[in-house]
């Protein structure tokens, strides 16, 4: 293939490695991707706790409102398949520049929707920049950190990422008891715009770019295949009686087409890859250990995300608790969660994936199982625990899944398996927020046709939801015995 000379770090020989054994040019490059990473999380974070808030004020059902997170994280699923290609035919500072752009475009549109429709545009337009700014994070750090020291730099990676998760849901509550919703978007904006100042100015390439076309075919095929599975999961549980069963029925008829488009979109891709041409090169798929750390990740995200969606909406709806105090149950664990994350890159660096995952994975199915069994009049002070106990688990499974998963990889594949990966969590994700609101919204629905206060018909939907996450958690801890650390990081 060939290759644009103009991406060699230039300034990479203007300066020796640090005493770590990664380049300066490189580490400032990260540290900027960082930055745009923290904006893009805060942005998700505050929306966890603003869906019901939205939900009253634009008076829309819940499972209308979730789709400001569930197209967020669908439009996420579409646009990651390309970041392979991208981020192989763009410089460094082309994607980043582009993905800031469309993400300060996106929360703009927000900022000043009048509506549900030109708030969901603006969300899935924010969704488009965070989709390409995460796979490039996680290349980029794969391409300049030495193997040995990758653990301890995910930790820290952790340690800056857990600050928005720690930062957001606290601040939406206030800022939505306070302020109102729009101000969610009004305070994201300007940090944005920061971030995207700076990487103007500072940002420099990493690697080299070749000149493969991009294959239009494969972008269509990923849209039908990821979109129609994750619409299709939404169709569950959105109606009453009849009505319901009709959406079930839509719903696994726009499953089945959405199967059958990822079918065809596999075989465009094992044709494409004999000349190296792929949107997404499948042969990352004949790593095993990169395979079972792939399953591993969608399965928790699945139940994280479809958690984190149905939590704010169980706190405010059924516990009755104000926003502000919806934020700050979830504040202590992502707190835990930041400040273990370079404890959980040394630990990995030295004892492997199988000291962290396997209790980590415990952790999230034991909170999940807590969850499930929640009530009107579940203390508050149990919740905090929960929640802290689940973050902890993550914290332990992220680190290690990151490292062992792309480090299995040959350095060529790095910017497809991130692609992969990244699109497997967001696709789980999507699944996972609108199979469990649409389990939430059918007891919702019934409990409400019966008469029954919101509060008491909402709280067996948080519990037959949450217990499904639940069970679906129990696969990663039998998986995680069988995660290795790859041999170039021993």
């Not at 192989?88 to 703009?108: D, E, K, P, V, Y």
């Not at 409400?448 to 008491?456: F, I, K, S």
Request: with cysteine; aromatic share 8%; proline share 6%.
């Amino acid at each position: 293939m060939a290759s644009d000379t103009s991406r060699a770090p230039a300034d990479t020989a203007q300066h020796p490695p640090s005493t770590t054994g990664i380049d300066p040019a490189g580490m400032r490059v990260i540290w900027l991707l960082l930055v745009a990473a923290f904006v893009a999380i805060l942005n998700e974070t505050t929306m966890a706790i603003a869906i019901p808030e939205l939900n009253r004020t634009l008076d829309i059902p819940p499972e209308l409102g979730q789709w400001l997170t569930s197209a967020f994280m669908l439009t996420m699923a579409v646009i990651i398949p390309t970041t392979g290609f991208l981020i192989q035919r763009f410089t460094t500072r082309q994607i980043f520049l582009a993905a800031m752009i469309a993400f300060s475009l996106g929360t703009a549109l927000c900022l000043a929707a009048p509506g549900f429709p030109l708030l969901l545009a603006g969300r899935i337009v924010q969704a488009a920049g965070t989709g390409i700014m995460m796979p490039l994070l996680m290349t980029t750090m794969m391409n300049v950190v030495p193997p040995h020291s990758r653990g301890r730099m995910m930790g820290r990676v952790g340690l800056v990422m857990s600050l928005a998760p720690a930062i957001g849901p606290t601040m939406s509550g206030i800022v939505l008891d306070h302020l109102g919703w729009r101000w969610l978007f009004g305070i994201v904006l300007p940090i944005a715009l920061i971030a995207l100042a700076l990487g103007a100015k500072w940002m420099t390439n990493l690697g080299e770019t070749t000149h493969a076309p991009l294959d239009v075919l494969s972008v269509i095929l990923s849209v039908f295949a990821f979109g129609g599975i994750v619409y299709g999961l939404s169709q569950f549980g959105g109606g009453h009686g009849g009505e319901a069963s009709g959406s079930a029925l839509n719903g696994w008829a726009v499953i089945g087409g959405g199967a059958f488009f990822l079918a065809l979109f596999v075989w465009r891709q094992l044709v494409l890859q004999r000349e190296d041409r792929a949107l997404l090169d499948l042969r990352i798929f004949r790593s095993r250990n990169y395979v079972l750390a792939v399953i591993i990740m969608a399965v928790v995200a699945l139940s994280m995300f479809g958690t984190f969606a149905l939590l704010p909406l169980y706190l405010q709806n059924v516990a009755q608790l104000p926003p502000t105090q919806a934020g700050l149950v979830l504040l202590p664990g992502s707190i835990l969660m930041g400040v273990l994350g370079p404890v959980m890159g040394r630990i990995y660096d030295s004892r492997g994936p199988k000291t962290l995952l396997v209790p980590g994975t415990v952790m999230i199915a034991a909170a999940m199982f807590f969850y499930s069994t929640v009530s009107v009049h579940t203390p508050v002070l149990l919740l905090v625990v929960a929640q802290t106990v689940m973050s902890l688990g993550l914290a332990a499974s992220f680190t290690p899944l990151f490292s062992a998963s792309l480090g299995s990889l040959d350095r060529t594949l790095y910017s497809h398996g991130s692609a992969a990966l990244n699109t497997l969590q967001q696709v789980a994700g999507a699944a996972g927020t609108a199979l469990l609101i649409a389990i939430y919204s059918s007891f919702l629905h019934a409990g409400e046709a019966a008469g029954v206060e919101v509060a008491e018909a909402g709280a067996p939907g948080a519990r037959a939801a949450f217990f499904v996450a639940a069970c679906i958690a129990i696969a990663p801890m039998v998986l995680a015995y069988f995660i290795r650390k790859p041999a170039d990081q021993e």
